[in-house]
C-alpha cells in the first residue's frame, strides 16, 4: 500500500495518488455540469416569475431528500461499496438531468414542474453525498486527508465558478436548455472514473457491520464526543442563515441590481473564484482547529455584512469573492476536522450529519432568505446570515478558548498529541 511522503504542506498534494486524480477528474467535470444547470434554472424561474420565494422553494426542494434521508445515507455509505454506490447515483442523476433537459427544451418549464424535477434529483444527491465526501479517507493516507478534503471543497468552488460561466455563455447563444443537456452528459465522468480506480489500492477502512440501530449509534457517538458535537452545533446556525449564496447571489444580481446575463454569470463566477482561494488555502494545511473554524466563521460573517451594504454591483463583486473565500474556508476547515476526528466506523454518518447540517438545512434557510427577501431586499437577507455567522464564530473561539485552558492536554480521539497541539495554533 501507498504511504504519503514527507514534506511542506502543499494544496495538491492528494493528486499524487492516481486514484484520487480520477476521482477528483470526475468531480470536476460532474459539478461544473451541476452549476451549469443551477444557473439555468434560477435564470429560467427568475425570469418567468421574478420571484425570490419560486427561486426559495426549488433549492429548497432539491436539498429537501438530503435533510430527509441523509442519516440513513450515512449508515449505508459507511457499510458499502462507496465507487459502486457513485456509480449508481451518477447514473441515476443523468437520466433524471436528462429528462428535465427533454421538457424544458420542448417548452415544460412551469415552476411546479422545475421544483419537482429538483426533488427527484436531490433523491440521487442524499445518497451521493454522505458517500463522495467520506470516500477521501479511502483514496488518500491520513496525512494527506486535508489536502483531499480542501481540494474536494475546491472542485465544488472552481466547478461552480467555470459552470456559471459557461451558463451564462450558452444562455445569450443558445438557450438554457443547453444547459441542462450538458449537465446530463457530466455525470457520466464519474461512472467512468469509479470504472477505473485501481482496488488494490485503496486506503483500506474499517466498514460498520450490518445491523440495526445505525442511524441512533452515529447520532448518539456525534451528541457524545465534543470535538464532532461543537463543530456541527456551529454549522446548523451558519449553514441554516449564511450558506444560503446558490439563493441570495442570484436574487442579489437579478432583484437587487437587475442584471442581465452577463452579471448575472459575472456574479456567481467571481464567488466561485473566491471560494476556490478559500478551498486551496484550507488544502494547504496539514490540520484544520477548532480555532481555524472560529476565525473563518467570524470573517465569512464580517464579509457578508459588507456585502449587504455595497452601494453597486461594482463594489459588490470584490465582497462577495471575500465572503466565497472565508465561507470556502470554514466550509472545508469543518469537514477536515470532523474527518481528522471521527472514528473511522462513523466516519460516514458523521459525514452525512456534517452534509446534513451544510446542505440538508438549505430547504430551511433558502426559505427563510427568500422570504427575507421578498418582504424587504436580498441585502437585508444576505446581512442576517451574516450576523448570525459572527455572532456563531465569536462563541466558537470562546469555547475553543476556554476548552483550551481547561484541557491544555489533547483530546482523545483519533488525532495523536502532536496532531492536537498542531490544531492550537
Given at each position: 500500500?501507498?504511504?504519503?511522503?514527507?514534506?511542506?504542506?502543499?494544496?495538491?498534494?492528494?493528486?499524487?495518488?492516481?486514484?484520487?486524480?480520477?476521482?477528483?477528474?470526475?468531480?470536476?467535470?460532474?459539478?461544473?455540469?451541476?452549476?451549469?444547470?443551477?444557473?439555468?434554472v434560477a435564470w429560467i424561474v427568475l425570469r418567468q416569475d421574478n420571484?425570490?420565494?419560486?427561486?426559495?422553494?426549488?433549492?429548497?426542494?432539491?436539498?429537501?431528500?438530503?435533510?430527509?434521508?441523509?442519516?440513513?445515507?450515512?449508515?449505508?455509505?459507511?457499510?458499502?461499496?462507496?465507487?459502486?454506490?457513485?456509480?449508481?447515483?451518477?447514473?441515476?442523476?443523468?437520466?433524471?438531468?436528462?429528462?428535465?433537459?427533454?421538457?424544458?427544451?420542448?417548452?415544460?418549464?412551469?415552476?411546479?414542474?422545475?421544483?419537482?424535477?429538483?426533488?427527484?434529483?436531490?433523491?440521487?444527491?442524499?445518497?451521493?453525498?454522505?458517500?463522495?465526501?467520506?470516500?477521501?479517507?479511502?483514496?488518500?493516507?491520513?496525512?494527506?486527508?486535508?489536502?483531499?478534503?480542501?481540494?474536494?471543497?475546491?472542485?465544488?468552488?472552481?466547478?461552480?465558478?467555470?459552470?456559471?460561466?459557461?451558463?451564462?455563455?450558452?444562455?445569450?447563444?443558445?438557450?438554457?436548455?443547453?444547459?441542462?443537456?450538458?449537465?446530463?452528459?457530466?455525470?457520466?465522468?464519474?461512472?467512468?472514473?469509479?470504472?477505473?480506480?485501481?482496488?488494490?489500492?485503496?486506503?483500506?477502512?474499517?466498514?460498520?457491520?450490518?445491523?440495526?440501530?445505525?442511524?441512533?449509534?452515529?447520532?448518539?457517538?456525534?451528541?457524545?464526543?465534543?470535538?464532532?458535537?461543537?463543530?456541527?452545533?456551529?454549522?446548523?446556525?451558519?449553514?441554516?442563515?449564511?450558506?444560503?449564496?446558490?439563493?441570495?447571489?442570484?436574487?442579489?444580481?437579478?432583484i437587487t441590481y437587475h442584471a442581465g446575463p452577463t452579471l448575472f454569470?459575472?456574479?456567481?463566477?467571481?464567488?466561485?473564484?473566491?471560494?476556490?482561494?478559500?478551498?486551496?488555502?484550507?488544502?494547504?494545511?496539514?490540520?484544520?482547529?477548532?480555532?481555524?473554524?472560529?476565525?473563518?466563521?467570524?470573517?465569512?460573517?464580517?464579509?457578508?455584512?459588507?456585502?449587504?451594504?455595497?452601494?453597486?454591483?461594482?463594489?459588490?463583486?470584490?465582497?462577495?469573492?471575500?465572503?466565497?473565500?472565508?465561507?470556502?474556508?470554514?466550509?472545508?476547515?469543518?469537514?477536515?476536522?470532523?474527518?481528522?476526528?471521527?472514528?473511522?466506523?462513523?466516519?460516514?454518518?458523521?459525514?452525512?450529519?456534517?452534509?446534513?447540517?451544510?446542505?440538508?438545512?438549505?430547504?430551511?434557510?433558502?426559505?427563510?432568505?427568500?422570504?427575507?427577501?421578498?418582504?424587504?431586499?436580498?441585502?437585508?437577507?444576505?446581512?442576517?446570515?451574516?450576523?448570525?455567522?459572527?455572532?456563531?464564530?465569536?462563541?466558537?473561539?470562546?469555547?475553543?478558548?476556554?476548552?483550551?485552558?481547561?484541557?491544555?492536554?489533547?483530546?482523545?480521539?483519533?488525532?495523536?498529541?502532536?496532531?492536537?497541539?498542531?490544531?492550537?495554533?
Open positions: 500500500m501507498r504511504t504519503s511522503r514527507p514534506g511542506r504542506p502543499a494544496p495538491f498534494r492528494a493528486l499524487r495518488l492516481r486514484n484520487y486524480r480520477l476521482f477528483f477528474t470526475g468531480q470536476v467535470l460532474s459539478v461544473i455540469g451541476t452549476w451549469t444547470q443551477n444557473t439555468a420571484s425570490a420565494l419560486s427561486l426559495g422553494l426549488i433549492v429548497a426542494l432539491q436539498f429537501t431528500p438530503l435533510l430527509l434521508l441523509g442519516a440513513w445515507a450515512g449508515a449505508i455509505a459507511d457499510r458499502s461499496d462507496k465507487p459502486r454506490v457513485l456509480q449508481l447515483t451518477s447514473a441515476a442523476a443523468a437520466l433524471i438531468a436528462l429528462a428535465t433537459a427533454v421538457l424544458v427544451s420542448n417548452g415544460h418549464h412551469s415552476t411546479p414542474l422545475l421544483a419537482a424535477m429538483a426533488l427527484l434529483g436531490g433523491c440521487a444527491g442524499a445518497f451521493e453525498t454522505p458517500t463522495r465526501q467520506s470516500m477521501a479517507a479511502e483514496l488518500v493516507p491520513k496525512a494527506d486527508l486535508p489536502s483531499a478534503v480542501g481540494l474536494n471543497g475546491a472542485i465544488m468552488t472552481s466547478s461552480r465558478m467555470v459552470g456559471t460561466a459557461v451558463a451564462g455563455l450558452l444562455i445569450a447563444t443558445i438557450g438554457a436548455p443547453a444547459c441542462l443537456y450538458l449537465n446530463a452528459a457530466s455525470f457520466l465522468a464519474v461512472v467512468v472514473a469509479m470504472h477505473l480506480l485501481r482496488r488494490e489500492e485503496l486506503f483500506a477502512v474499517r466498514r460498520a457491520a450490518a445491523g440495526k440501530g445505525q442511524i441512533r449509534q452515529g447520532l448518539r457517538y456525534a451528541l457524545r464526543e465534543r470535538e464532532v458535537r461543537l463543530p456541527l452545533a456551529a454549522l446548523a446556525v451558519i449553514g441554516t442563515l449564511a450558506l444560503n449564496q446558490q439563493v441570495t447571489t442570484p436574487l442579489l444580481a437579478r454569470a459575472a456574479f456567481g463566477s467571481v464567488s466561485g473564484a473566491g471560494a476556490l482561494m478559500g478551498a486551496l488555502t484550507a488544502a494547504s494545511r496539514r490540520q484544520a482547529g477548532a480555532a481555524l473554524i472560529g476565525r473563518a466563521a467570524l470573517l465569512f460573517g464580517v464579509a457578508a455584512v459588507a456585502v449587504a451594504f455595497a452601494p453597486g454591483p461594482i463594489a459588490a463583486l470584490p465582497l462577495l469573492a471575500l465572503t466565497s473565500f472565508a465561507a470556502s474556508m470554514y466550509v472545508a476547515a469543518t469537514n477536515t476536522r470532523l474527518q481528522h476526528v471521527a472514528d473511522p466506523a462513523f466516519r460516514a454518518r458523521v459525514v452525512a450529519l456534517y452534509a446534513i447540517l451544510f446542505l440538508g438545512s438549505t430547504p430551511v434557510g433558502s426559505i427563510i432568505v427568500s422570504a427575507i427577501s421578498a418582504a424587504s431586499n436580498p441585502r437585508v437577507a444576505v446581512g442576517f446570515g451574516g450576523a448570525a455567522t459572527i455572532l456563531t464564530g465569536v462563541v466558537m473561539m470562546r469555547l475553543t478558548a476556554a476548552t483550551a485552558i481547561a484541557t491544555p492536554a489533547a483530546f482523545t480521539g483519533v488525532g495523536t498529541n502532536a496532531d492536537t497541539d498542531a490544531d492550537a495554533k
